[in-house]
């Protein structure tokens, strides 16, 4: 079956240092990956996406890897601030079809030390 | 721009009552996903609708059912209320089919 996981549950950070979140997936026909921040008591926010004909992308002090090859996105999070902590998913999808939606990972918790 | 309104905020419910959940679109969205988030736990896809027609469905009893009406407003029905239902239950939309979900807060259901 598929699947979108995340290695760790919990990654507890110092303020200031980088941030690596890592996810993997298991469908190899995926073609669009997302993170998601998820605070408490709000829905989930974009952050920043890729599609599979990229190995990179940057956003404002964050960065997305692909690696298809061993299937695994990662989400680089650079100078990690308190307001930084909350919950991170990574999404995958594939084209457009009947059975397309996005599947979540199941979250990991992102705390930052002051 | 509004964002993504779900409606209500919270309900809390009886085992065996039916609750009925609401959510409104971005303007101009026309695809909306329900996706259940239990306590603790990740989003599973419920629902998917695109322009009013249902075009899929994730792995719940036939108790979770919704609609799409035509200014693309969609709401979310959970007959039959279990335990178990109690959730965060997040509503998101897109303009293009599977990409760039924006979700709303969600509603949280209680079941007692």
């Known amino acids: 079956g598929e699947s979108v996981g995340l290695h760790l549950p919990t990654l507890s950070v110092q303020e200031g240092d980088n941030s690596i979140i890592n996810c993997a997936y298991s469908n190899s026909a995926s073609d669009y990956f997302i993170w998601y921040k998820q605070e408490s008591g709000k829905g989930p926010q974009f952050i920043i996406d890729i599609r599979s004909n990229m190995d990179k992308r940057q956003g404002q002090r964050v960065t997305v890897l692909l690696n298809k090859t061993v299937k695994h996105l990662s989400l680089q999070i650079a100078a990690t601030q308190p307001g930084d902590s909350a919950v991170y998913f990574c999404a995958e999808t594939r084209p457009t079809g009947a059975n397309s939606k996005l599947t979540f990972g199941k979250g990991i918790t992102l705390s930052v030390r002051p | 721009e509004a964002g993504v309104t779900q409606s209500p905020t919270h309900l809390i419910k009886t085992r065996g009552q039916q609750a009925t959940l609401r959510c409104s679109p971005i303007s101009g969205h026309t695809s909306v996903y329900w996706y259940q988030q239990a306590l603790g736990l990740g989003l599973q896809f419920l629902l998917w609708y695109d322009e009013g027609e249902e075009r899929n469905r994730g792995n719940f009893p036939p108790r979770f059912s919704g609609r799409q009406f035509p200014n693309y407003s969609s709401e979310l029905n959970v007959n039959a209320l279990e335990l178990e239902d109690s959730a965060l239950y997040l509503c998101?939309?897109?303009?293009?089919?599977?990409?760039?979900?924006?979700f709303g807060s969600g509603t949280r259901l209680t079941v007692v």
């Open positions: 998101a939309s897109s303009s293009t089919v599977n990409y760039g979900y924006t």
